[in-house]
């Protein structure tokens, strides 16, 4: 990140429709259609001075919090992230094709689009839920699972 000078990483982006704050992020974004891309978020490396400086940033979350708003309205993370690249158009983003990452059931492998597991599916199910004892591996060439135990 900081050798490549970059504010925002993250994995890959997925479609949310919202419209509740429609009307705030519009306002910061000047968008004219309620969002529909989001950054996945359950990986991401964001540097903080970026975050923290931006007066913009911060006013627009400061407008998602007043009132409750956030808690009140259902508004996605990842939605908010996508915002807020948005609203600073500066941001210095790169999208982490290369990085293979798993979390629960969203797994991200690189140069594999669409189904890869074509083994038992009660016994992925099992094994990601058993998978605090053991480290799963997915291997893409044989699309099955190797087992790790930790």
Known sequence: MQRQNIDYAYISRYSEGNEA?????????????????????N?????????YKSERIQT???E???DDFFLREYIGDGCVHA???DIDRNARTKQLKLLEYGHNFHLYIRNIRGSFYNGNLHEFYQDVADSCDHLLSINTER?????VKI
């Open 83 to 85: 915002a807020m690249l």
């Open 43 to 51: 990986f991401f490396i964001i540097r903080l001075q970026w975050f």
């Open 60 to 62: 627009f979350l400061q």
């Open 21 to 41: 704050w429609f009307e705030i992020e519009k306002r910061f974004t000047n968008i004219d259609k309620p969002r529909q891309s989001c950054i996945y978020n």
């Open 143 to 147: 699309t099955g699972i190797k087992k």
């Open 64 to 66: 998602l919090i007043r």
